[in-house]
């Protein structure tokens, strides 16, 4: 059966889903307030879950990457008839999704370096020295743990009301958007 303009392909869809899976575990396992902890001379390496939460975050920003090169030479996604507000309400939302993807990881690199902690990841890998650090000009610019930890709350509202209006698509509009991210049917 053609599928190309019913459901993405499978890579678009396995890299969709998996992006999922870690945004929201990295979210759930970020224990509240650590940043406040490793200001006071928290070893991170000691707490599971904050080598758990920045591993599956750079798991986020090595999947975003390799979504945006295949964005580039993949079939075209598939096109569904609909007002043109909705279109492009659809269009924003996934822009920003997309920035948040790449921001949010990056903001945590910013506030590891310029805040001199270690960036502590599973496997034992520990780096000590980012190269951000604490002496650069960007420290002073933000606090880069308060940033992140607000990215990191946008990026799980917006994919909520993203994830909400998938699920309206389904149920009361009945047209095949939802379905355009799940398998196919045999
Ligand atoms: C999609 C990926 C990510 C999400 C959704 C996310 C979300 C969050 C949230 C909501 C907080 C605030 C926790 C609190 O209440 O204190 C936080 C803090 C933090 N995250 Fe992430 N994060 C992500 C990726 C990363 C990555 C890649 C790293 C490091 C490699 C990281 C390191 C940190 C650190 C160090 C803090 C404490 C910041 C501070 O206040 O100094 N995160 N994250
Ligand atoms: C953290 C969670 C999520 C993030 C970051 C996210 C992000 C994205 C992005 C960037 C796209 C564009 C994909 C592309 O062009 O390849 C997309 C498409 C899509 N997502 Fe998600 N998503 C998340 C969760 C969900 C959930 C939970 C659902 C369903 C309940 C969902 C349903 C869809 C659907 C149906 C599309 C295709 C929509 C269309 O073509 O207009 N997503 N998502």
Not at 40 to 57: F, K, N, Y
Not at 148 to 154: P, R
Not at 167 to 173: E, F, K, Q, R, S
Request: net charge neutral.
């Amino acid at each position: 059966m053609n599928t190309t303009n019913t459901h993405y392909d499978p890579l678009s869809r396995a890299l969709h889903w998996l992006t999922a899976i870690a945004v929201i575990a990295a979210f759930v396992l970020g224990p509240e307030h650590f940043g406040r902890e490793l200001r006071q001379g928290l070893d991170p390496a000691t707490r599971w879950d904050i080598v758990a939460h920045e591993s599956l975050g750079l798991l986020v920003a090595a999947l975003t990457l390799l979504r945006l090169l295949w964005l580039t030479v993949r079939p075209a996604a598939p096109r569904f008839d609909m007002p043109a507000w909705m279109h492009l309400s659809a269009k924003a939302t996934h822009g920003m999704l997309w920035l948040l993807l790449l921001v949010v990881p990056v903001s945590a690199m910013l506030a590891l370096g310029t805040e001199g902690h270690p960036l502590t990841l599973l496997g034992g890998i520990r780096v000590n020295e980012l190269p951000i650090n604490a002496n650069s000009s960007l420290a002073s610019l933000a606090d880069w743990g308060d940033v992140h930890g607000l990215l990191g709350d946008m990026i799980l509202w917006l994919s909520g009301i993203h994830a909400v209006a998938a699920i309206v698509h389904h149920v009361a509009l009945k047209d095949g958007v939802l379905r355009a991210m799940l398998p196919p049917p045999r």
